[in-house]
């Protein structure tokens, strides 16, 4: 994990494969919870292999004396994580380089925005291991493709190639294989750059519209915007507007 500007850069997995980073996630999950909009105004999530993330270590589920603890366990930490990415304040951008599969699918569904090359390939996985999803994506997939295209993809264990995911609104863009790491880094440095509590005001209303009646989301809308007409950035926003000059926020 390293900060580049406001850029906050985290590492979800390891290894040239891509394998979910279990003793990286308590860490990452702490991080992205006490996150301070006034220094990052974006997070980066990264994998220095050829995939995103190939899900957990199977080979370890495999050898693991109690093999539901083991699993439970880390399936706590990986939601704790998972937690923290929809509750950041800022905006979380994935570079999905590869694969993502398994837990690397749920954490793709769990961002903001996600970056894909060509080449990128989505899977849930987990039924051709004789597992059920977590991660959220029981939760995510079908707020993202409709619950009908959800089942279709769970419990089919459908691959998805990069330009399915574009159209299903999985993936934001797609770019050659080769630009998915500097695309993404271009988005979140851009997104950084931007009015953050703006932005994150925007992603916790896009959070609890499913599961709020128009009448509260429309309150939940008048409050934030007049927090936003009342703060600092909405101030530059206004004057950059009149002055007919592009704002600075930061």
Do not use: N
Not at 72 to 86: C, E, I, K, P, W
Not at 166 to 179: F, M, P, W
């Amino acid at each position: 994990m390293e900060q580049d500007g406001r850029v906050l850069r985290a590492r979800v997995a390891r290894g040239r494969h891509g394998t979910l980073d279990g003793d990286a996630l308590p860490v990452l999950a702490d991080a992205l919870a006490t996150l301070d909009p006034e220094s990052v105004g974006a997070v980066l999530l990264v994998s220095d292999g050829d995939s995103f993330c190939t899900g957990g270590d199977v080979r370890a589920f495999a050898g693991a004396e109690d093999r539901g603890a083991y699993v439970g366990d880390l399936a706590t930490a990986f939601h704790t994580f998972l937690r923290a990415v929809v509750d950041c304040p800022v905006p979380v951008v994935a570079a999905v380089t590869g694969w993502a599969a398994g837990a690397g699918m749920s954490i793709v569904c769990a961002a903001d925005l996600a970056v894909g090359g060509r080449g990128t390939k989505l899977r849930p996985a987990y039924p051709g291991i004789g597992f059920s999803p977590d991660g959220g994506m029981t939760w995510t997939l079908p707020r993202i493709v409709g619950a009908a295209k959800a089942r279709h993809i769970l419990l089919t264990d459908r691959i998805l190639d990069a330009q399915a995911a574009l159209d299903l609104g999985i993936l934001a863009t797609v770019v050659d294989d080769g630009e998915v790491r500097a695309e993404a880094e271009h988005t979140a440095h851009r997104l950084a750059q931007g009015p953050t509590l703006a932005l994150g005001r925007i992603k916790r209303l896009l959070g609890s519209s499913p599961d709020l009646p128009l009448a509260d989301q429309l309150d939940a809308e008048a409050a934030a915007i007049a927090a936003s007409a009342a703060g600092a950035e909405g101030s530059e926003g206004l004057a950059a507007f009149t002055e007919k000059r592009p704002p600075s926020f930061h």
